[in-house]
């Protein structure tokens, strides 16, 4: 055999090392995102699901923490973390219009966050740049004071929320790197 043929075959041998672990790997990492999952009754969900789910309620289940960033949603406790990747043409917002007190937020914490006017009916309108109207609905707060929304990616626009004509308005942006929460700029004057 010659030379060249011998680092072939070593070649494709490590290349299929390499390849076998890296499978080995996924698997044990999937499997240990399903573990976790099933832990809090978020397995057969989607993450758009298990976002409603968690942003709707105003305590974590069982020392659950969850967060939502630009691009996924990060479900973490005492001994593991999961980063569950957001679909790629939505991005999640989260926003609390509030009369008196809010608190400043860039990242949306589910279930955590707090804002003013629960249980609440608000009328938004949410417009892109060029004045296109993406939301335009009577909302309810939900026990958490938010009212979250899925947009599309890519856009900078305005929100405009209001509440027993009083109004606030705020630009928005989805892009990688956007806030996800938003809060002190909207206030209902």
């Known amino acids: 055999m010659k030379k060249s043929q011998a680092l072939i075959i070593v070649a494709f041998v490590v290349i299929a090392i390499i390849a076998v672990g890296i499978f080995e790997l996924n698997k044990s990492i999937n499997r240990s995102e399903t573990v976790f999952l099933e832990k809090y009754g978020l397995k057969s969900l989607t993450v758009q699901e298990i976002v409603q789910k968690l942003d709707s309620t105003t305590s974590d289940p069982a020392g659950l923490k969850a967060s939502i960033t630009s691009s996924h949603l990060v479900l973490m406790d005492n001994s593991a973390e999961v980063r569950l990747a957001l679909p790629k043409d939505k991005f999640y917002l989260s926003f609390a219009p509030y009369i008196s007190q809010t608190h400043p ?85």
């Open 105 to 189: 937020c860039a990242i949306h914490s589910l279930a955590s966050c707090q804002g003013e006017l629960v249980n609440q009916q608000i009328y938004a309108v949410i417009t892109d740049s060029k004045g296109k109207e993406i939301v335009t609905s009577n909302l309810t707060t939900m026990e958490n004071g938010f009212v979250g929304v899925w947009l599309p990616r890519n856009i900078d626009g305005t929100l405009t929320v209001s509440y027993n004509g009083l109004v606030a308005q705020a630009p928005i942006q989805t892009h990688s790197g956007s806030d996800t929460c938003l809060t002190t700029p909207l206030r209902l004057n």
